[in-house]
């Protein structure tokens, strides 16, 4: 199994799939990694047999799945029987559930103001999650700051719509983006 890191490495553009009908076209694109951002409990397993046929990446905003409640014993469902690449969440909680589980998280961070960034590093020096997304990516400064601040490998995700929002945030310091646009997903 080809690991994120490696996956970025060499593709560093996520695709964030938001609806069903785009899954086949992340799969067809050139990404290595899909943030699979909406779904249900009975897609799950299904989802990640099509995505590992394609040689891709799958790690599942778990907050956002539909029949999961956000407990330990949901995130022990997902990694046994489930078994994505990883987790994306906003919740600490499930950040520490995550890490007894050895599973890969990325924490997802919405940076609005002074206050949410100061607290968004405080996080992510507690938490240690293996990545951060920060959101939306198109602060090359904040994804600067959070990079060396925290020492976290960060993901810039959100109102990416160009190929200079990619450029700017991979020059700040971000490992890798994230779009739901599909055009970008060829960039």
């Given at each position: 199994m080809i690991d994120f890191y490696d996956r970025t490495h060499k593709q560093p553009i996520i695709a964030a799939v938001n609806n069903r009908n785009t899954l086949q076209d992340a799969l067809n694109s050139p990404t290595e990694i899909i943030f699979l951002l909406n779904g249900d409990i009975m897609m799950l397993e299904e989802t990640v047999k099509v995505v590992r046929e394609s040689n891709k990446g799958l790690y599942?905003?778990?907050?956002?799945?539909?029949?999961?409640?956000?407990?330990f014993m949901s995130l022990k469902f997902v990694k046994e029987k489930v078994k994505p690449d990883g987790i994306l969440t906003t919740k600490p909680n499930l950040i520490r559930h995550a890490k007894q589980l050895n599973m890969f998280v990325i924490q997802r961070l919405f940076i609005v103001d002074s206050i949410s960034l100061e607290t968004g590093i405080k996080s992510l020096q507690s938490m240690k999650p293996d990545a951060v997304e920060i959101?939306?990516?198109?602060?090359?400064?904040?994804?600067?700051?959070?990079?060396?601040?925290?020492?976290?490998?960060?993901?810039?995700?959100?109102l990416i719509h160009q190929k200079s929002d990619i450029i700017a945030s991979l020059n700040a310091g971000a490992i890798a983006i994230s779009t739901s646009k599909k055009e970008v997903w060829y960039k």
């Open positions: 599942i905003h778990i907050d956002l799945m539909e029949g999961l409640s956000k407990d959101m939306p990516g198109i602060m090359p400064k904040v994804v600067s700051e959070i990079s060396k601040e925290s020492k976290t490998p960060v993901i810039a995700g959100g």
